[in-house]
């Protein structure tokens, strides 16, 4: 497994596939009170971390969202107190409750979620912190700054280490995709408001969960990141040069290009963003929307 030194006492660890989904990075703190912001990097480095770092001491496992790919190993650590943003304790402490974020909650969907989430290993675990915005977890040298930052969802944080200047983007993860809003949860707007929270904080060092260690050009590449919201409400909008209905809106697949595999709840996701960007559009009276025939047009 990959483990990279950013201090002394904070270490990147690597999620499998290099920290793509279904996988995301870790970053262990080896301080007085050991700490772990998430832990969905795969069994096999989380073990391996247990047996060289962790032993039997306990541990905080700070989780920077509810989702499935940041929480999934949890239950590695025996010895452990989680952290969570309040707002998604209800969520980690009845599992099965994340189909209800996706918007698969309906009983005809029960295959597909089945399917979905038996590949986690998820169970319910009880949040023994409940955080909030600009909680202070002091861990001995080191003390981490929650940062809410919704959007993605509406519990998502980041973490933010003042002396070195290192923070930790969770899911503002700069990837190729852009930004992610397909949970009932999610608000373009807030995620808007987020990016920004972690350009203002100027970054030395900036850790993706599903991309890596920035260590240059960080505010650029936030800024690429977040272009890509107004790039998608562009398209939706131009689309709407001619009424379409929301599901023809959907079936462009403008956020996604083309849906993976299963199609079928990548097209959920793509209707939930798509909707997000029609409200916005409708709040900023860019577009109307006729009641009657259901269509929204410019
Ligand atoms: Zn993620």
Same mark, same amino acid.
């Given at each position: 497994y990959i483990m990279i030194p950013i201090t002394d006492k904070i270490k990147f660890i690597e999620g499998k596939n290099q920290g793509r989904y279904i996988f995301s990075n870790s970053l262990y703190i080896d301080d007085d009170l050991k700490a772990i912001i998430d832990t969905g990097?795969?069994?096999?480095?989380?073990?391996? %971390?247990?047996k060289n770092y962790v032993g039997n001491d306990e541990i905080l496992i700070i989780n920077s969202n509810v989702h499935e790919d940041h929480?999934?190993?949890?239950?590695?650590?025996?010895?452990?107190k989680i952290a969570l943003h309040r707002i998604e304790v209800p969520i980690l402490e009845n599992i099965d409750r994340l189909a209800e974020l996706y918007g698969i909650d309906d009983p005809k969907y029960k295959e597909m979620n089945?399917?979905?989430f038996a590949i986690f290993n998820l169970r319910n675990y009880k949040a023994d912190i409940k955080i909030e915005d600009n909680h202070i977890f002091? %861990?001995?040298e080191i003390k981490l700054q929650t940062i809410h930052a919704p959007g993605h969802c509406a519990g998502h944080c980041m973490f933010w280490e003042s002396n070195n200047k290192i923070l930790f983007l969770a899911d503002i993860d700069l990837s190729s995709f852009g930004p992610w809003y397909g949970d009932i949860s999610s608000s373009v707007t807030d995620f808007i408001n987020s990016i920004n929270k972690a350009i203002k904080l100027n970054p030395d060092i900036a850790i993706s969960s599903h991309k890596g260690v920035y260590k240059e050009e960080i505010r650029e590449k936030l800024k690429i990141f977040l272009d890509k919201i107004y790039d998608r409400e562009e398209k939706i909008l131009n689309f709407l040069d001619k009424k379409h209905t929301l599901e023809e809106i959907v079936n462009k697949a403008f956020i996604y290009g083309k849906f993976p595999e299963p199609e079928e709840m990548f097209a959920i996701a793509e209707r939930i963003m798509v909707k997000l960007h029609i409200n916005r559009l409708l709040d900023a009276k860019k577009i109307e929307e006729n009641p009657k025939s259901s269509f929204f047009a410019i």
């Open positions: 990097t795969g069994k096999s480095p989380l073990r391996k %971390l247990k929480i999934c190993g949890n239950y590695i650590f025996k010895n452990s089945e399917q979905f002091d %861990l001995g």
